[in-house]
């Protein structure tokens, strides 16, 4: 049986776990893959806390990653810094040597995924760790689902923050106990603002759209928003109406516009991805041939991780892989990016104003003056005296209506804090 020599740069939290398994599970991996794996080094940064987060299995550590990418005997890399500029080079270079690639950099495809595309001519280059973590999507979407459309993906697409929605909307804990448990469990980036702001979720739904459309679009393109301003009282209405709150990422394919955007969601309890809860990612796919399929997975930690990136390793050693965007010529579309502004959407709506007579008439009217019409209201008595808390949510309008409403209300001396909304999917 042939071997594979792997020099994996980043021994943290997914590293050791890869490092774990392919010991573990090493009879069933090569019968599989057909080939054995010879772990020949790991790069990191602490010598001495890798040896102990890997326990009793030993590889050869070093701080310098040309050991790695300079060493011809080695096949594949195993990308697992994190981080985008340095991460991109390390990639670069590993298909410049002519080495596999394996990367569970998100933050780095989102910029990079279709330079490294053009780079790679034909080296592979496996990405299934970067998105939804355990959950095969990336080869669900390249190869399983390749014969169909893509209408539309809605997707919780990072662990963290579905954690702490659900953490808040389930037990009624703080944002700040909820994130630094997350924090515990491993599942957080080194920086957790990513996970928070929406970004790690959008560089995801990003790596998404090109296998499903694609559509080569950056996160600066892109409607992306986090979980930060999420409150009890969002929480409060969300439960009165029959919704839950999560971070979803949504692609919809219009006639010949394509919008893509991240963002807090009110959805039904009841719908499918409105129950993945915790942890778990989920990611619905609506195909013109297949119809809607759900998959649902860990999203985060290092064993479910770690098993799509050993997925991509068997599927390198078979030596079946396909391009890595998975279009082998680029599909002639005039597919363009929808302008956020013409986004349509329901909308929810919190404001904090004054409790006197004629505020309601004032908010209705600005409502009104922009076509935008109620759904549902619930006013709730506010801690201080004096401040009504007044909830609502919309039919359908648009985003350029909503800004101009909620500026209009911030000009209002009877609203005192800034207008939050949270987009409503059915
Ligand atoms: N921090 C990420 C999450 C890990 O919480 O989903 C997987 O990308």
Same mark, same amino acid.
């Given at each position: 049986?042939?071997?594979?020599?792997?020099?994996?740069?980043?021994?943290?939290?997914?590293?050791?776990?890869?490092? &774990?398994?392919?010991?573990?599970? #090493?009879?069933?991996?090569?019968? &599989?893959?057909?080939?054995?794996?010879? /772990?020949?080094?790991?790069?990191?940064?602490?010598?001495?806390?890798?040896?102990?987060?890997?326990?009793?299995?030993?590889? $050869?550590?070093?701080?310098?990653?040309?050991?790695?990418?300079?060493?011809?005997?080695?096949?594949?890399?195993?990308?697992?810094?994190?981080?985008?500029?340095?991460?991109?080079?390390?990639?670069?270079?590993?298909?410049?040597?002519?080495?596999?690639?394996?990367?569970?950099?998100?933050?780095?495809?989102?910029?990079?995924?279709?330079?490294?595309?053009?780079?790679?001519?034909?080296?592979?280059?496996?990405?299934?760790?970067?998105?939804?973590?355990?959950? $095969?999507?990336?080869?669900?979407?390249?190869?399983?689902?390749?014969?169909?459309?893509?209408?539309?993906? &809605?997707?919780?697409?990072?662990?963290?923050?579905?954690?702490?929605?659900?953490?808040?909307?389930?037990?009624? %804990?703080?944002?700040?106990?909820?994130?630094?448990?997350?924090?515990?469990?491993?599942?957080?980036?080194?920086?957790?603002?990513?996970?928070?702001?929406?970004?790690?979720?959008?560089?995801? /739904?990003?790596?998404?759209?090109?296998?499903?459309?694609?559509?080569?679009?950056?996160?600066?393109?892109?409607?992306?928003?986090?979980?930060?301003?999420?409150?009890?009282?969002?929480?409060?209405? @969300?439960?009165?109406?029959?919704?839950?709150? %999560?971070?979803?990422?949504?692609?919809?394919?219009?006639?010949?516009? /394509?919008? /893509?955007?991240?963002?807090?969601?009110?959805?039904?309890?009841?719908?499918?991805?409105?129950?993945?809860?915790?942890?778990?990612?989920?990611?619905?796919?609506?195909?013109?041939?297949?119809?809607?399929?759900?998959?649902?997975?860990?999203?985060?930690?290092?064993? @479910?991780?770690?098993?799509?990136?050993?997925?991509?390793?068997?599927?390198?050693?078979?030596?079946?892989?396909?391009?890595?965007?998975?279009?082998?010529?680029?599909?002639?579309?005039?597919?363009?990016?929808?302008? &956020?502004?013409?986004?349509?959407?329901?909308?929810?709506?919190?404001?904090?104003?004054?409790?006197?007579?004629?505020?309601?008439?004032?908010?209705?009217?600005?409502?009104?003056?922009?076509?935008?019409?109620? %759904?549902?209201?619930?006013? #709730?008595?506010?801690?201080?005296?004096?401040?009504?808390?007044?909830?609502?949510?919309?039919?359908?309008?648009?985003?350029?209506?909503?800004?101009?409403?909620?500026?209009?209300?911030?000009?209002? $001396?009877?609203?005192?804090?800034? $207008?939050?909304?949270?987009?409503?999917?059915?």
């Amino acid at each position: 049986m042939r071997t594979l020599n792997i020099g994996i740069i980043g021994v943290g939290v997914v590293g050791s776990a890869v490092v &774990r398994i392919l010991e573990q599970n #090493k009879s069933l991996i090569s019968a &599989r893959a057909g080939a054995e794996f010879c /772990l020949k080094r790991g790069v990191v940064r602490d010598i001495a806390k890798a040896k102990e987060r890997l326990g009793g299995v030993a590889i $050869p550590l070093s701080s310098d990653i040309d050991d790695v990418l300079e060493d011809e005997s080695i096949d594949v890399v195993i990308e697992l810094m994190g981080g985008i500029e340095q991460a991109y080079q390390v990639a670069k270079k590993t298909l410049q040597k002519g080495k596999a690639l394996i990367t569970a950099n998100k933050a780095m495809l989102a910029y990079h995924r279709f330079e490294l595309e053009q780079i790679a001519r034909g080296i592979p280059i496996g990405f299934e760790a970067s998105v939804g973590g355990g959950i $095969p999507i990336i080869r669900t979407l390249k190869d399983g689902l390749g014969s169909n459309h893509i209408l539309a993906l &809605r997707a919780i697409l990072n662990g963290t923050s579905n954690y702490i929605l659900t953490q808040m909307f389930e037990h009624n %804990k703080s944002f700040a106990q909820a994130l630094s448990e997350a924090q515990n469990l491993g599942y957080a980036e080194a920086d957790p603002t990513l996970d928070i702001n929406g970004y790690d979720a959008g560089a995801k /739904l990003l790596i998404l759209a090109s296998l499903a459309y694609g559509i080569n679009a950056l996160p600066e393109d892109i409607l992306i928003e986090g979980i930060e301003g999420i409150t009890s009282d969002d929480m409060e209405f @969300a439960k009165e109406f029959g919704y839950v709150i %999560k971070l979803l990422g949504i692609a919809k394919r219009h006639e010949d516009t /394509l919008e /893509l955007r991240v963002h807090p969601t009110l959805i039904s309890q009841d719908s499918m991805i409105g129950k993945v809860s915790g942890v778990m990612n989920g990611i619905s796919v609506l195909g013109d041939c297949v119809g809607e399929s759900m998959y649902y997975g860990a999203g985060a930690g290092g064993e @479910a991780t770690a098993s799509s990136v050993i997925s991509d390793l068997i599927e390198i050693a078979r030596d079946t892989h396909s391009s890595m965007l998975g279009f082998s010529e680029s599909i002639q579309t005039s597919l363009t990016l929808k302008a &956020r502004e013409e986004i349509a959407s329901k909308y929810y709506i919190r404001l904090y104003t004054q409790d006197k007579p004629g505020v309601l008439g004032h908010i209705a009217q600005i409502l009104g003056d922009n076509g935008i019409s109620i %759904k549902a209201f619930l006013q #709730k008595e506010h801690e201080d005296r004096g401040t009504a808390k007044l909830l609502f949510s919309t039919h359908t309008s648009t985003e350029s209506s909503i800004a101009n409403a909620l500026k209009a209300f911030e000009s209002l $001396p009877s609203v005192l804090t800034k $207008p939050y909304t949270i987009r409503i999917e059915d």
